[in-house]
């Protein structure tokens, strides 16, 4: 190994320097000389052996140079070193440059950034599409390149799962989606595309939904209104008209619903990337719900369980949405006992809506959430259901970075679960004067 002893191993030259001054002595009885001569045989020699040791540097694909017994053993132990090195190295080092060379030839921008957020390399695409120079860019951290809030909060949460979406630029529609990744031993692949034309489109079909619901809104009314005014004109007269009037305002009605939850649902879309962080007090929020509902569903019983206390930080309206949409179908599609409760679990609080009613296939479960999915059409409409409840639920459930469960048996009942990420609870009483109630 390195550490054996070189003077040893290099003994022999020193002693064949030592001869060559002795030969010397021999021929001119001169000691300086003679030592001389040693001294320039031996310091020529390990000149020699250095230049050979810098050319293999300079080119470490060939075999290394064979030298004298102490540099032939010092460069026998870095040639091993260094060819066991590329299976020691983290496979980052090792697939890096092949990683390189492939994602260099992609039309789509991509960058590799390392553990703590600086730029190691990226390609033509990703310097075309961010308007930055690799060269001087090379090193720094991303959220310096591009600067702005939601890439750095993105980049301290860590949270990979969805895409990011950007607008970098001072082009209001210019958007980018970023999407991580994690490789080796904590560098970060980083595809980005422009979005702008998705995000031009997803806007326009939101605004599209919002904007004709809110347009019949008002025509609806109208109908309603004069619906109503008949009803009272034909009191006591034809049973028949009596009948039809009753069913256009049951279905009057279902529109009304159908609209007030597309309203909704397009006001939740539209702001569901914006920091929700007001502190809800979720036992106050619970106790008031159910207070609410408890009158329109006088023969059903709503049991409420607080045994946390844990506020939360978000948007009181939208929680008390979704929360309204699970408790209600609970009470449309169940006849027995009804259960919320706000709890405690490893991963955060969680809301359970709990019911022993008709329960749901395991085959529908997946699509629960989808826009107008129903288990049954007919029960559905039959308890004025729109088919967006669940909807809303996971749009509310996304921007509070929560998760919705749903465990259930068809004829055993369902419980729907709604956990909520560590870092959004606030333990009740940290700051008491902040908290707010629905
Ligand atoms: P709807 O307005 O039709 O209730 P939702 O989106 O709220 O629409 O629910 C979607 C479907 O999921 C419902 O049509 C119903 O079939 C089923 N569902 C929702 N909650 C329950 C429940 N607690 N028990 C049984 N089925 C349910």
């Known amino acids: 190994m390195i550490e054996r002893n070189f003077f040893l191993l290099e003994s022999r030259r020193f002693l064949l320097s030592l001869a060559g001054g002795g030969v010397c002595w021999l021929f001119t009885k001169d000691w300086m000389l003679s030592l001389l001569i040693a001294a320039s045989v031996l310091a020529a020699s390990w000149g020699w052996q250095l230049v050979r040791v810098y050319r293999w540097f300079a080119h470490p694909e060939d075999l290394p140079p064979i030298g004298g017994a102490g540099v032939r053993s010092i460069l026998h132990d870095v040639y ?59 090193g720094k951290l991303l959220s310096k390149i591009l600067p702005g809030k939601s890439l750095r909060k993105y980049l301290r949460e860590e949270n990979f799962q969805k895409p990011l979406r950007l607008k970098p630029g001072p082009d209001p529609e210019f958007c ?5 990744s994690r490789f080796g031993a904590n560098d970060r692949l980083v595809f980005v595309k422009d979005a702008t034309e998705q995000d031009k489109l997803e806007r326009m079909r939101r605004d599209f939904v919002g904007n004709v619901s809110h347009e019949l809104r008002t025509p609806l009314t109208v109908i309603k209104g004069y619906i109503e005014t008949l009803q009272s004109l034909v009191a006591g ?3 028949a008209l009596k009948k039809s009037l009753l069913s256009m305002d049951t279905q009057a009605s279902r529109m009304e619903s159908l609209i007030s939850d597309l309203l909704w649902l397009s006001r939740i879309e539209s702001v569901e990337g914006e920091r929700k962080d007001d502190q809800i007090n979720m ?19 709503i049991e409420l369980l607080t045994p946390s206390s844990q506020h939360i930080l978000g948007d009181a309206a939208e929680l008390r949405s979704a929360i309204s949409n699970l408790v209600i ?18 991963v955060g609080p969680a809301l359970l809506v709990e019911d022993q009613g008709q329960g749901i296939d395991a085959k529908h479960i997946p699509r629960l959430t989808e826009r107008f999915y129903r288990v049954e059409k007919s029960r559905s409409q039959a308890t004025g ?46 700051s008491p004067a902040a908290a707010t109630s629905a």
């Open 80 to 138: 091993v070193l260094r060819s066991r090195q590329p299976h020691n190295a983290p496979a980052t080092q090792r697939s890096q440059p092949y990683l390189k060379e492939s994602l260099a030839s992609m039309r789509d921008a991509a960058l590799i950034i390392d553990g703590p957020g600086n730029l190691v390399w990226c390609n033509d695409a990703a310097e075309y599409l961010l308007g930055i120079s690799f060269a001087e860019e090379e």
């Open 176 to 180: 980018l989606q970023f999407e991580f």
């Open 237 to 239: 007269s034809d049973a």
């Open 283 to 301: 036992v106050e929020l619970l106790a008031d719900l159910c207070g609410e509902l408890t009158p329109a569903w006088v023969d059903r019983d």
């Open 329 to 346: 179908n609970a009470l449309k599609y169940s006849e027995a006992v009804v259960t919320v409760k706000w709890t405690d679990t490893v």
């Open 385 to 430: 259901g729109t088919g967006l409840g669940l909807a809303i639920v996971k749009h509310v459930a996304v921007s509070h970075d929560a998760k919705l469960f749903v465990d259930s048996q068809p004829g055993r009942g369902s419980t729907f679960r709604l956990v909520f990420p560590a870092d959004r609870a606030v333990i009740a009483g940290n």
